[in-house]
């Protein structure tokens, strides 16, 4: 499948982390090292960053992103956000099924096929991570379960809707592990999940969704990485903090 018919996007997830005028130090320093770059950047920053990082991030090619959204518009759903309301604010992208949301908030596929489904109502672009655990890939159903992660995910939405929408793939044992897939094993999955949407909504779509890995990807290993014929791009948690190890990413990308 041809690489150039799709846009490598680079994501930062900044997780909890940066008060507000640490975010804002950090766009600043990131601003002029991504300026030139050919591949798509957003950073996806903590709710209380948004504002600062929307003004920060003006004028320039970073886009910004949250990392959650309620499936609800409004209501009695204390602590959340809901879409529009991020979308009201000028953000562009949501994370949507990270596995730190998975595992320790209890968002389960069918969760995330709401609050997917609302996120693409607001108008917002959806990060959809999907990813197997160790015990997954040490039975041999990474296939599988990634599979049905990408489906369930994805009931309900169509194939104009889906234009809105970037896949992560995450092996959840390579989240902030340090251990990294290796270039192989990212490209394989991705194909995998590039080979689900065709079998969904047929070959143009399957050629033209990005399709990232995300799990340990850092300024040493990201060039192999994205030079893989199905990986188009990263989501980076770590390097993603540090302006510096992102723009090498970026660059990485915007050659791969
Ligand atoms: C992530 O949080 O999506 C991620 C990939 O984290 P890290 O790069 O730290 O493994």
Redesign the pocket.
């Given at each position: 499948m041809n690489k150039a018919l799709r846009k490598a996007i680079i994501a930062g997830?900044w997780?909890m982390n940066k008060t507000r005028p640490e975010a804002k130090e950090l766009i600043e320093a990131l601003k002029p090292l991504v300026k030139d770059a050919s591949c798509e950047v957003v950073a996806c920053v903590p709710f209380t960053n948004l504002e600062t990082v929307l003004a920060a991030a003006e004028g320039s090619n970073i886009k910004v992103g949250a990392q959650n959204c309620h499936f609800e518009t409004s209501g009695a759903f204390t602590g959340e956000i809901s879409a529009d309301m991020l979308k009201e604010m000028g953000v562009e992208y949501v994370i949507i099924g990270?596995s730190?949301r998975r595992q320790y908030f209890g968002e389960t596929d069918e969760t995330v096929n709401k609050r997917l489904k609302a996120a693409l109502n607001a108008g917002l672009k959806v990060i959809l991570?999907v990813g197997e655990m160790l015990a997954d890939r040490e039975n041999g159903i990474t296939a599988e379960l990634v599979a049905l992660q990408t489906k369930i995910a994805l009931k309900d939405v169509s194939a104009e809707e889906l234009k809105n929408v970037v896949i992560?793939y995450?092996p959840v044992w390579?989240?902030?592990?340090g251990k990294t897939a290796t270039a192989q094993q990212a490209n394989e999955v991705c194909a995998i999940i590039r080979g689900v949407i065709e079998s969904l909504y047929g070959k143009a779509a399957a050629d033209g969704i990005t399709v990232q890995y995300?799990?340990?990807?850092n300024a040493k290993n990201a060039e192999e990485l994205v030079a893989q014929p199905d990986v188009d791009g990263g989501?980076?948690?770590?390097?993603s903090l540090k302006a510096e190890d992102f723009s090498v990413i970026v660059k990485a990308a915007s050659n791969g």
């Open positions: 997830n997780k990270h730190e991570c992560a995450e390579a989240i902030g592990t995300g799990g340990s990807m989501l980076i948690g770590g390097a």
